[in-house]
C-alpha cells in the first residue's frame, strides 16, 4: 500500500511541534506552515482548526506531566485558570466588532524587548524564588491571565512566551515553573479557542487525530527533557524560539505583502497557532 505522504509528513511535523511547545511554546512555527504547504487549497481556518486540536492535546499531555513532577502554586493558578478562560472569550468577542490588525506591527517589537530582557538579565529565572505572598502572587497571577486571556482571545500569538516570561519577571519563577504553569494556563486558552474552530466545522478530524497522537508523544518528550534538564536548559530553548518568533512575526509583518480582503485573517490565523 502506498504511503499518505501529506499525512504521514503532517504527523512528523506534529511530534516536532509538541517537542517545542512543550519546552518553550511557538511549537506552530512548525506545523503550521507545514500543514499550508501541504494543503495550499484548504481553507485556512480548517488547517488552523486541525493544528489547534492536535496541540490541544500536547499542550494537555505537557501540564500534566509537569504538574505531577513540579510543585504549582495552584492557590495561584486556579482562580488564574478561569480569568484566562474570561479574558480569552471576551477577547474573542472583541475580535469581531474592533480590528486587530493594529497590534501586527507591535508584535516583533514585543516579543523582541522580551528577548532582549532575557539575554540581558542572564540570572533571571535560573533560581525557583518566589518573591511575593501567596494572595499577591494570586492576585498577580490573575491578573496576567486575564490580560493574555484576553490577548490571546483577540490576536494571540505569542501568549505562550509572554506567559513563561511575566511569571519569571514578575512572581520569581524560574524557567521550568513558568513553563509548567504556562503549559496550563495556554491549555485553558486554547481549548475555548478549539471549541470554536469544532462548533463552527473547521476541524478535519481524519489528519487531527494521528496529528493529536503524535503531538502528545512530541510533547511527552519534550517535557521529560525539560524534566531532567531543569530550568537553564529551558532558558536556552525560550531564547531560541522567541528569537524564532520575531524573525517570524518581523517578517510576516514588514516583508509579507498585504493579504487581500478576505485573507488577512490567513496571516492571523498562522501566528496565532505559533503562540
Not at 504549582?72 to 469581531?96: E, F, S
Not at 529565572?125 to 491571565?145: D, Y
Request: aromatic share 10%; proline share 6%.
Amino acid at each position: 500500500m502506498t504511503p499518505d505522504i501529506p499525512l504521514v509528513v503532517a504527523t512528523v511535523a506534529s511530534a516536532a511541534a509538541g517537542f517545542v511547545n512543550s519546552i518553550a511554546g511557538g511549537g506552530g512555527l512548525v506545523s503550521v506552515p507545514i500543514l499550508l504547504g501541504l494543503f495550499p487549497a484548504a481553507p485556512p481556518a480548517a488547517l488552523f482548526g486541525t493544528n489547534k486540536a492536535a496541540m490541544v492535546c500536547g499542550t494537555l499531555q505537557a501540564a500534566g506531566s509537569y504538574g505531577r513532577h513540579v510543585r504549582l502554586p495552584w492557590g495561584m493558578l486556579w482562580p488564574a485558570i478561569g480569568a484566562a478562560i474570561v479574558g480569552g472569550l471576551a477577547g474573542a468577542g472583541l475580535v469581531t466588532i474592533v480590528s486587530s490588525d493594529w497590534l501586527r506591527p507591535l508584535l516583533p517589537v514585543m516579543l523582541g524587548l522580551v528577548l532582549v530582557h532575557t539575554v540581558l538579565h542572564h540570572k533571571a529565572g535560573r533560581v525557583h524564588a518566589p518573591w511575593l505572598a501567596p494572595r499577591a502572587e494570586a492576585a498577580a497571577g490573575t491578573a496576567i491571565a486575564a490580560g493574555l486571556g484576553l490577548y490571546d482571545g483577540f490576536f494571540g500569538p505569542g501568549t505562550g512566551s509572554f506567559f513563561i516570561h511575566l511569571f519569571v519577571r514578575l512572581l520569581g519563577f524560574d524557567f521550568l515553573h513558568a513553563v509548567a504553569a504556562a503549559k496550563i494556563l495556554n491549555a485553558a486558552t486554547n481549548l475555548g479557542a478549539l471549541a470554536t474552530f469544532a462548533w463552527t466545522g473547521n476541524v478535519w478530524w481524519s489528519l487531527a487525530l494521528p496529528m493529536a497522537v503524535a503531538n502528545i508523544a512530541g510533547s511527552w518528550a519534550g517535557s521529560r527533557l525539560a524534566l531532567r534538564h531543569g530550568a537553564a536548559f529551558v532558558r536556552v530553548v525560550f531564547v531560541a524560539v522567541v528569537a524564532a518568533l520575531v524573525l517570524k512575526t518581523a517578517y510576516d509583518s514588514y516583508l509579507t505583502p498585504p493579504a487581500p480582503t478576505g485573507v488577512a485573517s490567513s496571516w492571523r490565523g498562522t501566528a496565532r497557532i505559533a503562540s
